[in-house]
């Protein structure tokens, strides 16, 4: 069983139902078609939950007649992964967050850089000096294309300076 | 057939400018393609706030030579590294791979590179005669039609995605539900804001798309990562084949082609179906099957011309109709959007000059492929090497900064990261999420087309009955709907028991 397509279907019909009771306060045109996607959406989960709950069972009925001591995830994207490597996809995507928060103080500059080594540190899978080479670059081409090309309004340096 | 339109297109390709962009999103886009991991659609997401400040013509043609360029690019890790750097390059490995193990990397290359070429400049072609042949049949469409025609294009996209139909359907109806936020356009109620301004105007399908798209291919490169070095294989042999070898593949290689612009045409499938569907046909094809799977030439030329043709197939539905045949031509057509042009019939008529600008930048794209290719193809070995932990770092970086410019807002960015996140929930759930962008498109259109039909018939679902054109659509589309469902299985089984007994009998 596929513990995340049977969370995803739980959290289709949450979502569903709070798009269908919002909807039920606005006027009929503007209600209409919020509400036939609300019930589309409750439907084709409450399936996904059927699936995996009978994907569940059949797994269980087969156990038990072969013996099989064996409990394989199911092959749609569910795969184990070490925690390892986990728990860093999770630490990266905090840095992501805290990065995006920290360009409006600390600047662009200070904050990618400090993003990207931090995120490679986590990982522990590139070496020091190609980091640091990258991150020059990364940081370059980026400053290049959208500061100096496209004009985008960001801050390069804190600011409190 | 406007002939106008087509030499407006074509004079406002061949500037010094958009043939620059053409050659540098090529070998973007190549570069792109061949690290494994990275996806054109990707990298399409990621350019496209690029294409805010330049002018329609600039931004389209640099993203088509990005979608054509990583299109070949997938072969090169295929081939050196047994490792397809995009999703359509997959069956290239089979033969591809073997081939460089033998010494004959350089002769793999080079004809994905011819067999990409052709498979591109045909479907070029297919798309330059094909949709004004389309464009005169959908003026007979109204809103009833465009209705159908959408409803059609996200059941068909839902049950062609990858992973269980169902999964496809749910991901293709949360795009539609999640299209609905912002301010109605009838009545001006904001819907499902929550009290938030940033939400008043909708979800910008830009933010979904990066969030959706290059967040997870980011975190599942990083869940990957090992820190192992990547070993690809040296070109020791010449790039460019010989005019025998070629004359030799030429048959399989229009086949192949020929298969990429119908699969493309599709709306849901795309590049790996493409490929494989090709590589099948090509071994049924051929004298001595033995050799596939151990280095036949004619195992590359196929998959790679086919997933090059996909590119002018997938766009003949997104030109014609305003459907996007692929998540590619999802961003193609997002690109459109943001330049203040609305998908739909009327590209063709209205925004014929743009629309033909991309028919001919797909097609120099192509012959542009092929001077890059010569050029570039032995660079991008390096490229493959790059690790994986590096490039995750990239991406978000990017991510971030393209989420921000759209519109300048750290809100932006907020959300593309909460999609990003959905993303990669759904990527665990086996759920693709090319449906959920497409329902994002298609939503507004789908609303619109209702309210117009609904005025049209006097507040009756009958006025979907009274268009022969509508009614076979939706009769299409409840069909792949229910093939979704148990029901079809049930039916199915029933019958089959039916004919067994039947047999049974009359034997007795």
Redesign the interface.
């Known amino acids: 069983m596929?513990t995340?397509?049977l969370?995803?279907?739980i959290f289709?019909v949450g979502?569903?139902v709070v798009?269908y009771i919002?909807?039920t306060g606005?006027?009929d045109?503007?209600a209409?078609?919020?509400l036939i996607?609300?019930t589309?959406?409750v439907l084709?989960?409450l399936?996904?939950v059927a699936?995996e709950l009978l994907s569940l069972r059949r797994h269980r009925t087969v156990a038990v007649e072969s013996r099989d001591a064996h409990s394989n995830d199911?092959?749609?994207?569910?795969k184990s992964?070490a925690p390892g490597?986990?728990l860093?996809?999770f630490i990266?995507?905090v840095l992501?967050?805290i990065?995006?928060?920290l360009?409006?103080y600390a600047g662009?500059l200070l904050s990618?850089v400090a993003?990207?080594l931090a995120?490679?540190l986590v990982?522990?899978?590139?070496s020091v000096a190609?980091?640091l080479v990258?991150i020059a670059a990364?940081v370059a081409v980026?400053c290049i294309?959208?500061i100096a090309f496209?004009?985008?309004?960001?801050p390069l340096l804190p600011t409190f300076f | 057939m406007d002939t106008s339109l087509i030499v407006v297109g074509l004079v406002n390709v061949i500037t010094l400018t958009n043939i620059s962009l053409i050659l540098g999103g090529t070998l973007l886009g190549l570069f792109v393609g061949a690290m494994p991991g990275l996806s054109a659609t990707m990298a399409l997401a990621l350019l496209l706030?690029?294409t805010?400040?330049m002018d329609p013509a600039s931004g389209l043609s640099m993203l088509a030579a990005l979608y054509v360029g990583a299109s070949y690019g997938g072969s090169i890790s295929a081939i050196l590294l047994r490792t397809p750097g995009t999703p359509s390059a997959a069956a290239t490995v089979l033969d591809g791979y073997p081939l460089s193990q033998q010494g004959q990397a350089g002769r793999a290359l080079g004809i994905s590179l011819f067999a990409s070429f052709v498979g591109g400049l045909m479907s070029g072609l297919a798309l330059l005669t094909a949709a004004p042949l389309l464009g005169v049949v959908v003026l007979e469409f109204g809103p009833v039609e465009m209705f159908a025609i959408a409803v059609l294009g996200i059941t068909i996209i839902g049950s062609l995605a990858q992973?269980?139909m169902?999964?496809g359907?749910?991901s293709g109806?949360?795009g539609?539900?999640v299209s609905?936020v912002g301010m109605?356009f009838?009545?001006g109620?904001p819907?499902?804001t929550f009290g938030q301004i940033n939400l008043f105007s909708g979800i910008e399908f830009v933010v979904a798309l990066i969030g959706l798209f290059s967040i997870p291919q980011a975190?599942r490169l990083?869940?990957?990562?090992?820190?192992v070095a990547k070993i690809a294989s040296k070109i020791t042999d010449r790039l460019i084949p010989s005019f025998r070898e070629l004359k030799q593949l030429m048959p399989n290689i229009l086949r192949s082609g020929c298969i990429g612009i119908i699969v493309g045409v599709i709306p849901g499938t795309g590049g790996d179906t493409a490929s494989w569907f090709a590589y099948n046909e090509a071994k049924r094809f051929a004298k001595d099957k033995s050799r596939f799977g151990k280095g036949d030439i004619a195992g590359v030329a196929a998959p790679e011309s086919a997933n090059n043709a996909v590119v002018g197939g997938a766009l003949i539905p997104t030109i014609a109709l305003g459907i996007p045949g692929s998540s590619s031509t999802a961003i193609l057509l997002g690109a459109l959007m943001v330049q203040g042009i609305l998908p739909g019939p009327n590209l063709l008529t209205d925004y014929g000059d743009v629309t033909y600008t991309l028919i001919w930048a797909v097609i120099f794209a192509n012959v542009g492929l092929l001077l890059v290719g010569l050029m570039f193809t032995k660079a991008c070995v390096s490229v493959t090497k790059?690790?994986?932990?590096?490039v995750?770092?990239?991406i978000?970086?990017?991510c971030?900064?393209g989420s921000?410019?759209i519109n300048?807002s750290?809100f932006d960015?907020?959300l593309m990261?909460g999609f990003?996140?959905f993303g990669?929930?759904?990527?665990?759930?086996?759920?693709s999420p090319a449906p959920m962008v497409i329902g994002l498109i298609l939503?507004p259109v789908?609303?619109n087309s209702?309210?117009q039909s609904m005025l049209i018939g006097n507040h009756s679902f009958a006025v979907f009955l009274d268009s022969p054109i509508a009614i076979v659509l939706l009769c299409i589309a409840t069909l792949s709907v229910f093939q979704?469902?148990p029901l079809f299985g049930w039916i199915k089984t029933l019958r089959r028991q039916r004919s067994a007994k039947t047999e049974h009998q009359k034997q007795l």
């Open positions: 596929n995340s397509r969370v995803l279907g289709g979502i569903a798009f919002d909807s606005y006027p045109q503007a209409q078609m919020p996607y609300s589309a959406v084709l989960s399936g996904i699936q199911d092959a749609n994207g569910d992964e490597r986990l860093a996809v990266t995507f992501a967050i990065y995006s928060a360009i409006n662009y990618t993003f990207m995120a490679l990982t522990r899978t590139v190609f980091s990258g990364v980026i294309v959208f496209l004009g985008l309004p960001i | 706030p690029l805010y400040n992973g269980s169902i999964s359907l749910l109806a949360l539609l539900l609905t109605d009838l009545t109620t819907r499902m975190l990083i869940e990957k990562s090992n820190g790059v690790p994986d932990a590096f995750a770092c990239t978000i970086t990017l971030i900064i921000f410019a300048n750290i960015v907020g990261l990003g996140l990669y929930w759904l990527s665990k759930a086996g759920v939503g789908m609303e209702f309210h979704a469902t």
